[in-house]
């Protein structure tokens, strides 16, 4: 069974912090994405890898960072928090041409 | 430029209804089809796919999907509701150029009535 799993399912951080979203599978993908989704604007890629320290830009990789030292984690940084990253973030990884999610972590910047 | 578009913002339908879902997407070539679902709260989990073959696809939870190429859709279909797939669905295009990048809907909440 595939298996992709977020360390957080909330998080509450402040304006400013610097957050890590950590997301591990253990189906030895090659594949990992992360995206945010906000109502009205379905999912939106910010960060992709597609190899250990192989990372490319999505459509909104602004104010974020990634890092990928282990095949199986993929971890997306908030260098500075801000109120306009509240947001539910979703971590995938790819099997074949088949996308699977884990179950998301709910991120609220005050 | 690839894009997917889910016309219906919100739908309600009866339980025991049957169901219809639009998905139309734009894409030079045929893409992989994908259908996910989300509970409140959840990840995205995937209900059916089309990669090739046959354009009728079955998927989990009674789903089913119809490619059409020459209306570049991929409608998801259901006989009968129940009160258990209030949900948002997204419908979801694969391109196989450069690892695999995915283009998503902006999905559809639908309700049930009781």
């Known amino acids: 069974d595939v298996k992709v799993t977020q360390s957080s399912r909330y998080l509450v951080k402040r304006t400013g912090e610097k957050v890590f979203l950590e997301c591990v599978q253990d189906?030895?993908?090659?594949?990992m994405f992360w995206y945010r989704q906000d109502p009205g604007l379905g999912l939106r890629l910010i960060y992709f890898s597609y190899d250990v320290k192989m990372k490319e830009k999505g459509d909104i990789p602004e104010g974020y960072s990634v890092s990928r030292e282990k095949k199986e984690r993929f971890s997306l940084i908030l260098e500075s928090a801000s109120t306009n990253q509240t947001s539910m973030y979703l971590c995938?990884?790819?099997?074949?041409?088949?996308?699977?999610f884990g179950p998301g972590t709910r991120l609220l910047v005050l | 430029a690839q894009s997917v578009t889910q016309p219906d913002i919100h739908i309600t339908v009866s339980e025991g209804a049957s169901l219809e879902l639009r998905c139309n997407y734009s894409y030079g070539a045929t893409p992989y089809l994908f259908w996910y679902v989300q509970s409140p709260g959840q990840g995205l989990q995937l209900l059916l796919k089309y990669f090739s073959g046959d354009t009728l696809v079955q998927g989990i939870k009674g789903f089913e999907a119809e490619f059409k190429r020459s209306q570049s859709s991929f409608n998801l279909r259901k006989p009968s509701v129940h009160w258990s797939d209030a949900a948002e669905y997204f419908c979801a295009v694969g391109v196989k150029d450069n690892f695999n990048k995915f283009y998503f809907g902006s999905g559809t909440k639908l309700n049930v009535k009781p």
């Open positions: 189906m030895d993908h090659e594949n």
């Open positions: 995938a990884s790819t099997e074949g041409e088949t996308q699977y």
